[in-house]
Nanobody
Framework: EVQLVESGGGSVQAGGSLRLSCAASGFSFDDYAIGWFRQAPGKEREGISC????????YHADSVKGRFTISSDNAKKTVYLQMNNLKPEDTAVYSC?????????????????WGQGTQVTVSS
């Protein structure tokens, strides 16, 4: 059974940090790119970070560049999103997703598997 399970969400004050985890199982992890997406109330889901598992190449959207860092522990089949200097506008449900093939994309339809999401709330 394919699973992507997020954890690590919560409530923090502006300027704080959180680390999200995405634990993968049931598919060939090395052949995938794993992306983090977020959806704020009333807004469309947006891609914010992605990592190519095979070579560790990463991508971050301009909105989070310099504050968020994506990484992976291939032995644990887990992808992390370290979020620093959080802002109220980062409040959203964060989800990870797996895309077959080595290249990252922010096109939602290219992703095969999705986690259930975890809530991140940043207060001012």
């Amino acid at each position: 059974e394919v699973q992507l399970v997020e954890s690590g969400g919560g409530s923090v004050q502006a300027g704080g940090s959180l680390r999200l985890s995405c634990a993968a199982s049931g598919f060939s992890f090395d052949d995938y790119a794993i992306g983090w997406f977020r959806q704020a109330p009333g807004k469309e889901r947006e891609g914010i970070s992605c990592i190519r598992i095979r070579d560790g190449s990463t991508y971050h959207a301009d909105s989070v560049k310099g504050r968020f860092t994506i990484s992976s522990d291939n032995a644990k089949k887990t992808v992390y999103l370290q979020m620093n200097n959080l802002k109220p506008e980062d409040t959203a449900v964060y989800s990870c997703a797996g895309k077959y093939g080595y290249y990252c994309s922010d096109a939602l339809f290219l992703y095969d598997y999705w986690g259930q999401g975890t809530q991140v709330t940043v207060s001012s």
